[in-house]
């Protein structure tokens, strides 16, 4: 997923994008996304793609008012994996993240699972679902976190740093 459908635009079918993505200008390169809905993805063709105040804006094929496109608010928006930005060094996407078992270093022993990742402005947040059930929230710093391994499905996280206020 790379957004989700906002509120329309004008009157010829536009709607404002809120990109899930730290790459909002890909897309004014756009020429086809996957829309979900209640019935699955559907591929559908971008006709237009610009940035209006920061924010990106579309307009798909076979929609020409703002009822059409107000219709279409709050859908999901994404591309297929080979169609992903290439990330710098050390960066994962949040659902390669989900998933993957928190381990803990040196004993290997299972922390939990990472449930989701929170943004915040200084640092994304791991939560992680405990065994007992608790959500522990772990700051992805190397502080807390030693490794992450998207192939093996594990985040090596040093607990000991922990506090235990953290969990809740």
Not at 41 to 68: C, H, Q, Y
Request: aromatic share 6%; hydrophobic share 40%; proline share 4%.
């Amino acid at each position: 997923m790379i957004g989700r459908l906002g509120r329309s635009r004008g009157l010829d079918g536009d709607i404002y994008v809120t990109p899930l993505t730290d790459y909002p200008e890909r897309f004014a390169g756009m020429k086809e996304l996957y829309v979900g809905s209640q019935d699955g993805w559907r591929k559908s063709t971008v006709v237009v793609a610009r940035m209006i105040s920061g924010r990106p804006v579309l307009r798909f094929e076979n929609v020409d008012s703002r009822e059409e496109a107000s219709r279409m608010t709050n859908r999901e928006l994404a591309v297929p994996r080979d169609q992903l930005v290439e990330l710098p060094e050390g960066a994962h996407f949040v659902f390669d993240l989900v998933g993957c078992q928190a381990v803990e270093e040196g004993t290997g022993a299972l922390v939990g699972e990472v449930i989701d990742v929170e943004k915040y402005p200084a640092n994304d947040v791991y939560v992680v679902r405990t065994e007992a059930g608790k959500k522990l929230l772990v700051p992805a710093v190397k502080q807390f976190v030693k490794r992450v391994d998207v192939e093996a499905k594990t985040i090596t996280l040093v607990t000991a740093s922990l506090r235990d206020g953290e969990e809740s």
